[in-house]
């Protein structure tokens, strides 16, 4: 019954904050010698969309890839904007690939959301500065299933750190993460997990976070164990909320942060 009432608060602060649109990425099967192709998701997952022109300033920061040699810049290359490339063939292994909405405020008044603070709405009932984490894991190659690049933390404020390559992790088996915020565990916060293909409704006009099919609460080192029951792409996420430095200027810092992962197509 208690978890009930927690995701029913957890859903309700979902459905009331600036954005249902969470920041996602995915990555094209890749083999050794190949270049990468990745997809910054902003939008109603798991669909792509062109990012507005007006917001593209939020995503002035590249995406990213990690490697075990530190980390390169993803270049803007494709049709869509949402579509970035490696500089260069990669090799075979496990890597993550990162997305960030740099810090954005938004308030909202009767008249609805603006990107401004408090001081230049002051009739604000809520103003939240929005900052949104994306993180992908990649295994290039059919046999990679390493750990070491992907347990690492990438030094976001809010992060879910997978704990195992998902590519050892079979359908209904526990795949442990660490939630970590300002790189310390984060405790008894709720973590939602959902496939590609779980919900099919149409949420365009609606802006609801797609239904999910799992939640647990993180324990008190920051873990949790998302347990996969289905194979294919799946999107993690967390949110934390805490007060803004200057109560006058806006109320929240509001970070928001996935994981997204394959199930069962690693190996063949």
């Known amino acids: 019954m208690k978890k009930q009432v927690v995701l029913a608060a957890v859903l309700s602060a979902a459905v009331f904050s600036a954005h249902a649109h969470r920041v996602w990425v995915k990555t094209d099967h890749t083999h050794g010698g190949e270049i990468l192709k990745a997809q910054l998701g902003y939008g109603e997952f798991p669909e792509f969309e062109p990012i507005a022109q007006e917001r593209l300033h939020i995503f002035s920061k590249p995406m990213r890839l990690y490697t075990d040699k530190g980390h390169e810049d993803l270049v803007q290359k494709g049709e869509f904007n949402y579509q970035y490339e490696s500089k260069k063939p990669v ?48 295994n290039v190659g059919h046999d990679s299933a390493d750990t070491a690049v992907i347990t690492r933390p990438v030094d976001h404020l809010l992060e879910i750190v997978p704990l195992d390559n998902p590519a050892n992790v079979r359908v209904g088996e526990l795949f442990k993460v660490k939630v970590l915020y300002k790189g310390e565990p984060l405790a008894n916060v709720p973590v939602t997990a959902t496939f590609e293909g779980f919900d099919l409704t149409d949420r365009k006009k609606s802006h609801k976070v797609e239904a999910q099919a799992f939640y647990d609460v993180t324990a008190a080192d920051g873990t949790v164990d998302i347990i996969p029951l289905r194979q294919g792409f799946w999107k993690a996420s967390v949110e934390y909320k805490a ?26």
């Open 91 to 138: 090799r075979e292994g496990s890597f993550l690939v990162t997305a960030e909405y740099q810090p954005t405020f938004w308030s909202k008044n009767k008249a609805g959301w603006k990107k401004v603070n408090m001081t230049e709405m002051p009739d604000a009932e809520y103003c939240e500065q929005t900052r949104m984490y994306g993180k992908n894991i990649v």
């Open 243 to 268: 007060d803004y430095a200057d109560q006058k200027v806006c109320q929240k810092q509001a970070s928001y942060s996935t994981l997204t992962f394959e199930i069962g197509h690693t190996h063949h």
